[in-house]
């Protein structure tokens, strides 16, 4: 056995290096005899009988001396004649070099170390990075340019001679929804619609596709979401660079308006993320919207999601249900931003819920959206928002935008043909198309539904029942026929049916019958000589009236927020009951016209539920009953009937009265 000469640690014989703390061991001392062993033996006759080398003697070796003439003449024979004495140092070993002594625990550290180092180089590239929630496609433009003056024209192909853009807008008139859409010179016009040049403005920033000799290849859209591809001379245009958006960038926004609210996510999951709280209004109607979108390399990325609905609801928590397949969020006065205008603060949205949402809203695709860009040199409009489609190409005008052979026209609405079926192309308020077997368009947004069309007075033209309608965010109004005035060239409106009611045709003695069904009751009309007539009016028998309560008798000084109450037996029990009325200005109750019937509390029962029975100017009760309880009629045409637990609607279904679906 042997030691460690560094730690003292008892080491095998054979050992070349300490098991305990590592260094390298010298080597054990070795009697003359073992030392020379056989092989030396072996080498030492080996030399003796092929070169003549004499045996050595104790402390000298014998070297053969090189005869200089021999080696330059490769025939003499090699001269082994000269005897040189060299001390023999066998106890003197060469000094082992420090790494290689230190081999064992240096190569872990090493690893170790660099792992680390990588390790954390990781974390501050991921940590300045952040992160991609959205993982979105990006636009490919990377250059912007500016018009160098007013009047700077778009042109179809890169030549002066080329067709211009244009704009074509609706020339209708009273009622109608104006609406405009980018066309080329070249193009057919619509009927119904006038053109004019367009001219890009100063502050109007374009992303460039592609430069072609001394033209800019840029992508042009408008407010209704319109986009073209077209060209613009060098000579007319100035390159301008985005500042990039950093945190800092959106809260000088933030601070210069309040109807719209940028939240950026600092960390966590979700850094970078970036939700968008805005106060839109539109016609007398005012809305609340959440956009989600990403901030990455300075620019804010929004894809095409789904609209959500935002409820101020008086909610304690922030809630985010799905109603009728719309996603919705609820939330209450304390998870407001800014007061004035309802903003929402999207920093009460936790990651659990930001998750939800972006799983119900998310579309298709996330290749199409909006990127946001910021100029602080251009006035009025720093933030520049552009729509980008990686999935398809932009300004290739297809048959959802471009007139077709044979297509009729109806104030923005086009009855086009396709695969043998004709169906109808409603254009949205937001730029965007909708077929009618949708029922409404997007919530939230105002649009016009076409519920029927044909040619219903024999003319050879076209008409068309439409039904303004905004999905609840100011009400909507009866709908009217639209038709073209051969006489004026123009599209116009009728005077509007009496409900707004699904419009239903039939055919009837050779001419076309428009009519309307709600309740109990069924209007019928004729379109001829370009107006639309009520000629009849049919209500089928529910029972006779006992008893009727009308809103000028409850509430002759038409004061808003005022509740009343009436007697009478609802239940036949010979105990008079207490109807309770209450007369508001809102919309339900059609800013003062109606009432509403709140509830009914029996003298022996608990009060009857009444929350399904409409605001009416009238309420009356009928002589016939159902299970104990007398039906009641709302105003002239709308019928409701006990089930036990509630009033509920019936209806007429052209062969019978119903319970409604």
Not at 149 to 175: F, R, W
Not at 390 to 409: C, F, I
Not at 579 to 598: D, K, N, R, T, V
Request: aromatic share 12%; charged share 25%.
């Amino acid at each position: 056995m042997r030691y460690c000469e560094y730690c003292g640690a008892q080491q095998d014989d054979d050992a070349l290096f300490c098991t305990q703390c590592g260094q390298r061991l010298s080597p054990l001392d070795i009697p003359p005899d073992e030392e020379a062993g056989s092989f030396s033996t072996d080498v030492e006759e080996f030399m003796q009988a092929e070169v003549g080398l004499p045996r050595q003697e104790e402390g000298h070796v014998t070297t053969p001396s090189v005869n200089a003439q021999a080696i330059a003449d490769e025939s003499a024979p090699l001269s082994l004649d000269k005897e040189i004495i060299v001390e023999d140092n066998s106890d003197a070993r060469p000094e082992t070099p420090w790494m290689k002594q230190n081999m064992r625990w240096l190569i872990p550290v090493c690893i170790v170390t660099i792992g680390a180092l990588l390790g954390v180089g990781a974390y501050f590239f991921f940590l300045n990075k952040g992160n991609e929630p959205l993982n979105i496609e990006k636009p490919q433009w990377t250059k912007y340019i500016v018009a160098a003056d007013e009047g700077v024209p778009v042109h179809k192909e890169a030549s002066i001679s080329s067709p211009l853009l244009m704009v074509q807008v609706e020339n209708t008139i009273e009622s109608m929804e104006l609406y405009d859409e980018f066309c080329w010179g070249d193009e057919s016009l619509k009927r119904g619609f006038t053109r004019e040049e367009y001219h890009l403005l100063t502050n109007k920033v374009l992303p460039v596709l592609e430069e072609v000799d001394d033209w800019y290849r840029v992508q042009v859209d408008n407010f209704n979401g319109d986009v073209v591809e077209g060209y613009i001379s060098k000579e007319r245009a100035i390159e301008i660079t985005p500042t990039p958006i950093t945190i800092e960038v959106l809260e000088k926004i933030n601070a210069e308006n309040e109807w719209r609210y940028y939240y950026l996510v600092k960390n966590g999951k979700y850094k970078n993320l970036c939700i968008v709280s805005e106060f839109n209004e539109y016609e007398g109607a005012s809305e609340i919207n959440l956009s989600f979108g990403m901030l990455s390399g300075g620019f804010l990325y929004f894809p095409a999601y789904k609209d959500i609905i935002m409820e101020n609801n008086n909610s304690q928590e922030v809630q985010f249900v799905e109603r009728n397949g719309f996603p919705q969020l609820l939330y209450g006065p304390e998870h407001l931003h800014n007061s004035t205008y309802g903003i929402f603060d999207p920093q009460y949205l936790t990651n659990e819920l930001i998750a939800e949402i972006l799983g119900k809203i998310g579309s298709d695709t996330l290749k199409n959206g909006k990127v946001v860009c910021y100029f602080p040199e251009i006035p009025y409009n720093q933030l520049q928002e552009y729509t980008y489609q990686n999935d398809k190409d932009l300004g290739k005008r297809d048959a959802a935008n471009s007139p077709d052979e044979g297509e009729v026209h109806i104030t923005g609405y086009n009855i086009m043909s396709r695969d043998n079926e004709d169906y109808l192309v409603a254009l949205l308020s937001s730029g965007g198309y909708e077929e009618t077997n949708v029922t409404y368009p997007s919530y939230g947004s105002v649009g016009l539904v076409i519920l029927d069309y044909g040619d219903y007075d024999g003319d050879g033209e076209m008409e068309a029942v439409i039904q303004e309608n905004d999905n609840g965010t100011s009400g909507c109004e009866p709908p009217f026929v639209v038709y073209y005035d051969k006489a004026t060239k123009q599209y116009r409106p009728t005077e509007r049916f009496g409900k707004w009611d699904k419009v239903y045709t039939i055919k009837k003695d050779g001419e076309t019958m428009l009519y309307q069904r709600y309740g109990i009751r069924e209007d019928f009309y004729t379109f001829k000589g370009n107006k639309l007539q009520l000629t009849g009016t049919e209500s089928h028998s529910a029972g006779s009236v006992l008893k009727r309560f009308t809103k000028e008798g409850l509430f002759p000084d038409n004061r808003c927020e005022e509740t009343a109450s009436a007697k009478y037996d609802i239940d036949d029990n010979s105990f008079p009951d207490t109807f309770i009325f209450y007369h508001g200005c809102a919309h339900p109750h059609q800013w003062g016209a109606y009432m509403s019937l709140e509830s009914i509390a029996r003298e022996f029962d608990d009060p009857a539920n009444c929350s399904e029975i409409y605001a009416s100017d009238s309420f009356s009760i009928l002589s016939v009953t159902t299970q104990g309880m007398h039906d009641i009629l709302v105003g002239e045409s709308y019928l409701f009937r006990w089930n036990g637990f509630k009033y509920e609607e019936w209806v007429w279904n052209g062969s019978e009265i119903t319970m409604k679906e």
